[in-house]
C-alpha cells in the first residue's frame, strides 16, 4: 500500500489468470465478522433488535395461500419475486425494469464488480468504508484509490468525518471502472452532500457509481421525522442517469438480516445486464416471501426507524455528559473513541465492534469502537444500564490503545 495525507492507494495484489490446483489469492480477503454467541447482547454487526413484523411462519403461509403453484420441492417460479419488483417500482415511481431484487447486497456487488471491471482495473473507494468494497476488488485483481474522508476535529466531542470530494475527484481523473459511495457512510456516519454525488456522476460518465443507502431510512428519519427513504439520488435515475446504482436492503430496517434480500434501481440497461449474469434460482422463496409480505407492512419498518432515532439520541446525550466523543448518527449504529470502552462493554457481556481493516487499507478510525443501537425496549434498556455501570466503574472512558488491522 502506498499513502499520501490525502490519497491511499493498493495496487492489484495478483497476477491473473487464475489456474486449477493454484492458489492466488489470500482467502483471509474473504473476511467476514465472526459470529460470537458467548454475549448475551450483540451489538457488533449493526442487525436490528427486534424480530420482522410478519413471522416465517405467516410468511410461509400467505405464500402457500396466495401462490399455491409454490411449494417447497418446486423450483422457484418466479411469481413472489415478479410481485415484490413491482411494488418496489411502483413505491418508487420507476418501472419494474428499473428494480432488480438479489441474494443479499453484498452477493449483487459481486456480479457488478465483475461485469463492470477487469483485472488491472481501478475501482476507488472513500476511505475508511465498508469493508466488502475493498475485498471484491483485492480478490478480483484491481487496485484501489482511497481518498481518505477530511476528519475535522474541531468540536472534540463531535468529531466528524466530511467527504472528500476534491480528491475523490482526483481519483476518478486517474481512470477508475467503479466508484463505491456509501450514504450514510459505514462506519463513520457522514451523509455525503448530494451536489457532491451528483457533480462526479456528471463528470466521469464512463465510470459506475454504485451508492449503497443500506442505512437510507435512518438518516431519511433524521432529517426530517416524516421521512423513510433518501429520495435525490433515485430521482437521477428518474431523469435517465445510465452511470449510477443505489443499493438497498432489507436487512436493516426490516429486520431480515438472514434471509438475505437486497434490491438495486439503476438504469434498465445496467438492470438487464446484472441479471443476465444471474443464476436462474439464486434466491429462496422463503426469504422472497419474507421480504415481500413485511415490506407490506411499513408501519413496522417506521417504528423501527423511529426508535432507533429516538434511542440514538439518548446515547449521544450520554455520550455527551461523561465526555465521550462519536461520530455522526445517520445510520443505526454510532462509532465511539475510547477501546477500553468497548472493551468493558465487552466484559459485560455486550459484544461491540472494534474497526479494523485489511493491512493494505488505510486506518484513521482504529481508537474507536462501533455500537449498534438497539430497536427494542429490553435490549436498549440493558445496553444503558451497562453503560453506566461501566462510566461508575472506570475512571477514565476514552482514549486507549489502537488496533489499527485485521490480524
Not at 443476465?276 to 419474507?290: R, T, W
Amino acid at each position: 500500500m502506498s499513502t499520501t495525507d490525502a490519497i491511499g492507494y493498493a495496487p492489484p495484489l495478483y497476477e491473473p489468470p487464475h489456474k486449477p490446483g493454484v492458489l492466488k489469492i489470500n482467502p483471509d480477503w474473504a473476511y467476514v465478522p465472526p459470529v460470537r454467541p458467548q454475549f448475551t447482547l450483540n451489538l457488533d454487526r449493526e442487525e436490528t433488535t427486534c424480530l420482522p413484523a410478519v413471522s416465517l411462519e405467516e410468511a410461509d403461509r400467505r405464500r402457500q395461500a396466495d401462490f399455491p403453484i409454490q411449494r417447497s420441492n418446486r423450483y422457484p417460479s418466479k411469481l413472489i419475486e415478479r410481485a415484490l419488483v413491482a411494488e418496489l417500482a411502483a413505491d418508487l415511481g420507476l418501472s419494474d425494469a428499473h428494480v432488480l431484487v438479489g441474494n443479499g447486497i453484498m452477493n449483487i456487488l459481486t456480479y457488478i464488480y465483475d461485469i463492470y471491471s477487469r483485472p488491472g482495473d481501478h475501482v476507488t473507494v472513500p476511505t475508511p468504508g465498508f469493508w466488502p468494497a475493498y475485498t471484491y476488488a483485492f480478490q478480483r485483481a484491481r487496485g484501489i484509490f482511497m481518498p481518505l474522508y477530511l476528519h475535522d476535529q474541531s468540536d472534540r466531542l463531535h468529531p466528524q468525518f466530511l467527504f472528500p470530494a476534491d480528491r475523490t475527484s482526483e481519483c476518478l481523473a486517474k481512470g477508475t471502472a467503479i466508484c463505491y459511495l456509501c450514504n450514510p457512510n459505514n462506519p463513520t456516519g457522514t451523509l455525503i452532500p448530494f451536489d457532491a454525488i451528483e457533480s462526479l456522476v456528471s463528470d466521469f460518465p464512463d465510470c459506475l457509481f454504485i451508492v449503497d443507502e443500506a442505512y437510507g431510512p435512518f438518516a431519511a428519519n433524521r432529517l426530517d421525522a416524516d421521512r423513510f427513504e433518501l429520495d435525490a439520488i433515485v430521482d437521477m435515475i428518474r431523469r435517465g442517469c445510465r452511470n449510477l446504482v443505489v443499493t438497498r436492503t432489507f436487512s436493516k430496517v426490516y429486520a431480515l438480516a438472514n434471509f438475505r434480500v437486497g434490491y438495486i434501481i439503476s438504469h434498465p440497461a445496467n438492470i438487464a445486464t446484472v441479471k443476465a449474469h444471474m443464476g436462474p434460482y439464486d434466491m429462496s422463496e422463503i426469504s422472497l416471501a419474507m421480504a415481500h409480505y413485511n415490506y407490506l407492512d411499513s408501519n413496522y419498518m417506521k417504528n423501527v426507524v423511529r426508535t432507533v432515532i429516538e434511542n440514538m439520541a439518548v446515547y449521544e446525550h450520554f455520550l455527551e455528559e461523561h465526555d465521550i466523543p462519536s461520530y455522526g448518527g445517520y445510520r443505526n449504529s454510532l462509532l465511539v473513541e475510547g477501546l477500553h470502552f468497548a472493551e468493558a462493554y465487552e466484559r459485560s457481556g455486550i459484544a461491540v465492534r472494534a474497526m479494523v481493516y485489511q493491512r493494505e487499507i488505510p486506518n484513521p478510525i482504529a481508537s474507536t469502537f462501533r455500537v449498534t443501537i438497539p430497536a427494542d425496549v429490553a435490549s436498549f434498556r440493558f445496553l444503558m444500564n451497562v453503560s453506566q455501570q461501566i462510566v461508575a466503574d472506570l475512571p477514565v472512558v476514552g482514549g486507549g490503545p489502537r488496533r489499527q488491522h485485521l490480524d
